[in-house]
């Protein structure tokens, strides 16, 4: 049934879909907007807003993860970002934002070239705490093992591993590598992993027994991961494989449901309402927060991968600014671009295909579209 | 025989195509374009010219409902629009249209937000009905129920009800919803339904009794369904589908025939032309018309969509204005692209095809290629 | 095999290509250009470029139709344009290169509103006939009946019908149309008739007893046939139906071999060698021709379909100026873009493919592929 | 299985796919980046970088050709371009950087009508011998029968026969044409020879005996093949038909292993690892090299087409300069758009893809995408 085509003799391909190529297909019935639920949960840990906030500088400080974490969502800090290398980084991100384009990637390289300090990570996570909001917090499996201890003893709730691809199987000569599983095992918090993209990778990773995957490549609006390294996957096929892993997984397990999070490449609630209708439980987004008054990038956004050393996949883009946290998420929106209101609009969609919760609304209908 | 494609291996859906990725192919046979008929006849009305210019204040105010009818086609004045919220709305018209676009939206959230004077709906209607001509006004089915009375004393001929989506089933737990049915049943006159854009929702709404069903999602040329909501069913696949229903239910209703009506996307007369091929059997445009000098809108275009006070899914655009009505009807164009004589090259296309009335027409050969 | 899909359930059709969506695929030999023949013969003319340039005013003069048969082509004077409207032309053309672009079209109608002088139509072949070439002009369906006599008398070689559509069976209830069969049985002349796009209308056209069929609808590269009609029949898959029908016509008509020629749509050297790999026998340009400096256009190109009194359906576009007539087919060229030395790298596309005649290059293999 | 669509009636053709259509896509493994080797080695030649530059003269000069053998690469010296024209091509290099777009074209004709001198030839091979780098030259099929014996003489390495297209088999009537099986097989060098493009020419070129072969039609990232001739094969589709001849030839030969080389069309480091996902063992490019330092064409890039007498199917095109060879290599990068530490890139690439060597890169999985 999969449209595997033949690129030539020698090889072929899947057809995969991004999510600009799909449009949701309203049912034969609606709905109030008022009374649908975009309730999310994992673990223990239930959100009015089934949107988590991407762990990158731009968007995710302490005092950004808070705001997002008292309108219901969950801000995830990057522990490997200026808030873990730097004392006081409020210079530094505006020193980012005045930048100009041509040297933005040289500066950041040298930015995060500054070594993170342990002693940081943990009075990080301690100034959100305060706030008694759930406390998210990322490492990449590359300093997972080695700062993870840290982590824990500050009292995250939900323990994020991002990178760009994530597997459970990594193979290295030099070190051993982090047993994902055997970490998993250890852990007293949940944990959220990825990126993947892939039905197999996903599953090897949902054996691992991670509470949600992130599906995709993570990265910011401005990532050129398929031009740097011609690796790309588009969401919605990604997305619709790892829901489809998540059944199989459920039925391997005996019931453990693993949750999907769409991460990256979500740029207009539009987009948002798509990842949902492809199998998604939540989504991870980052570019439409760093539009926020509030973000630490002051309308300007990168990614982990911007400031690589060696290898940057991405550039530092200036988004602008068009409102507070709040009105993003909740509105009212005062243009019609699908920056604003994101959860209002997320409502609208699965009301006008007449859902009632998200969980059913992953079934909604799609048709292929080029737009 | 559908072109259900995988997206995923957990999700599927079908390759769905815009008017613009079609072509009308000739058959073997000319015509003259004189002798072609484009006539229209929905219930006891007939009209010269198969197009109904759409409830949006920027293109039908009662003198232009007036002229429209004058000039053989049907416009359907907004309801719920400036005309019955404002004893004079002239004034407001003329500052939209003078407006900045960053501005425009929220000033038109502003104006819309004024309540309905109930006494206004009677009152133009009454000011159309003097000139003589078919009559037809639109509300929403949320105000169908509180409305309709005035709007059935006032004499109108033709009731609209257009929503984004509007289905024969709509769920709602705080009020009663419209039982659409018992309400077309109870109803002396004609009633046209929609947007809609599945064969299954054009089913249920012809089961409810309607004498026509809009195909689409309404909305100017400016609208961001897509971007907004994710919501998107191209307009080929949508009428031919709709079409498809409209068969189907003659044969499960013993015969009647429920016309089915495209409604938005067309914003040439080569869209127009594909409408029909596509099996419309008129088409409801906005923007062609919010380019005659008679506009109220000044040249500016915007739709109910576009002042939704929390997620709006649209924008006001500036179109400039051509000629005047009955230029962009009938001609002579003076211009090669497709804006102006919409009638006359619909006869050319159907003459240079080789048919002469648009029942016949729904069934010309057409084509699948990327603009 | 064809490749029909659903467009949606009460309508499918083909997929169809355009030249720019197809790329010539060379063959497992080479050859020297220098080796391979380019010549075209069709009833007893015999060319050594199989390249006519289409009637329009902006390309073909008696002039020019003059230089194109002295450096091997074929130009044909349009019978209805300026050169039988007006004694002197030439400040009209003037005139027309320089209008601004809003007024081109209402002034390209003015000038074309002018009747036909029948005493011109001779007048106008007898200028080109001196020359000694090889002389073709041509008529539109609609006033071939009226003037024909005039073109045979004065001595034409190749009698050329053309118009947008041409069909051999026109239907009207106001005059006796064109009997296309007849009319070719009695002239003494090879008869060259089209537009057509599709194998059935092909197939008329050649029973009909014409010596070619032109493939296409004609127009310049400004033609907007698609956005004001919605009729497009994309010209790689045009002009291999009609191919098709050239074989099964010879095929029942026991060997009569009706030529092919592809019109319209081919802007460069590229698109004229897809032309012929698709199973073109000679193709009409016009635009390439438009930039030479004997154009008499001034660099400024229109077709009839421009000047359409009531629904123009083309603009008078600006090519601008590269070389001369014997340049643009034969070069050097010193551009790289497809718009000098057409012939020379014609024969190079045949060569680096492989073959040596136009008529084994229609079997060269061709992939599909987007821009 | 191949994907052969219906054109028209008369015409099928394969859907064939650029690199840019396709993604890599991870497997269930990661690895280091340093990990991966990337080396690769022709006949007894070894490479640390699998990667050739095209014989241009706007990125190798003899002194180029020595940079890019130290840093592990192999530079191929053009034996037609300007090094064997003139005795001191650096003036003419200059002036060629300092030429206004419009007349660039034919100075380069001009430059380019100077006789190749044969003691040049012999001259700028030593003057990369000396360096004690393994020593790649090119010649045309046309000339390479007149030059061979200067070529081999000097000592070349490895020698390449390279032109747009290059068959086992050409014809031509004039003189006796190169036979290149037997030339190769008197030949003590390893040859490389191309372009190429199907899997049929590539078998034939296999069975002449040479170790490599080109699969592209060449030219710089300005090549105009598609327009000029309409010849057009999509690099992805090519590679992957040319390596499962390969495969093939190798059965048939009993165990020989001819080289796939991709050669143009590549521009960033994400379209050199999809190269060699589709079944490529080493890449040519030359428009990423002619951004260096050092690059003789200060920035500008044009290739052999680009300055044909006759039918010029190339630009001199402005890409600018962005590092030296060594950064452009290896980096790091201080910019995210591919263009830098190409090396660096593919590592990351076959690492994240959980692929240690390209042999068995060449099996990653890869999907269809528009880009």
Excluded at 149 to 168: E, H, N, W
Aim: net charge negative.
């Amino acid at each position: 049934m999969a449209a595997e085509v033949e690129i030539g003799r020698g090889k072929s391909g899947r057809r995969a879909y991004a999510l600009d190529e799909i449009g949701i297909v309203p049912s034969r019935r609606t709905r109030d907007p008022e009374e649908v639920s975009v309730a999310w949960q994992i673990d223990a840990y239930r959100f009015e807003t089934p949107l988590l906030v991407a762990p990158m500088d731009s968007v995710v400080s302490p005092a950004t993860a808070i705001t997002i974490g008292q309108l219901g969502g969950l801000g995830v800090l990057d522990l490997e970002g200026l808030w873990t290398r730097y004392e006081s980084p409020e210079p530094l991100l505006a020193e980012i934002a005045s930048l100009d384009d041509a040297r933005a990637t040289l500066r950041l390289q040298q930015l995060y070239a500054e070594p993170i300090k342990e002693e940081l990570i943990g009075r990080r996570i301690h100034e959100i705490r305060e706030a008694g909001i759930t406390v998210a917090a990322s490492l990449t499996p590359q300093r997972t093992a080695k700062y993870y201890k840290a982590v824990i003893d500050a009292g995250v709730d939900i323990f994020v591993i991002r990178g760009t691809t994530v597997s459970a199987e990594h193979v290295s000569g030099r070190a051993e590598p982090l047993n994902l599983k055997q970490f998993i095992y250890e852990l007293d918090v949940p944990v959220i992993v990825g990126g993947c993209a892939t039905y197999t990778a996903a599953l090897h990773l949902m054996r691992t027994g991670a509470a949600g995957v992130l599906v995709g490549f993570g990265g910011g609006s401005g990532h050129t991961t398929r031009t740097v390294l011609g690796v790309a996957v588009p969401m919605a096929t990604a997305i619709a494989d790892v829901a489809a892993a998540r059944r199989d997984y459920m039925d391997e397990s005996g019931g453990r449901y693993v949750h999907v999070i769409a991460d990256g490449g979500m740029t207009n609630s539009g987009d948002i309402a798509k990842a949902f209708a492809c199998g998604s439980d939540a989504v991870m987004v980052g570019s439409p927060f760093a539009r926020a008054t509030e973000a630490p990038g002051r309308g300007y956004h990168w990614g982990a991968e911007a400031h690589h050393g060696e290898v940057p996949r991405g550039a530092r883009v200036d988004l602008g600014t068009i409102g507070n946290m709040d009105q993003i998420l909740y509105g009212p929106a005062h243009v019609a671009d699908g920056s604003m209101n994101l959860i209002g609009a997320l409502r609208r969609a699965m009301a006008t295909s007449g859902y009632s919760d998200l969980k059913e609304f992953q079934r909604v209908q799609v048709v292929v579209t080029p737009h």
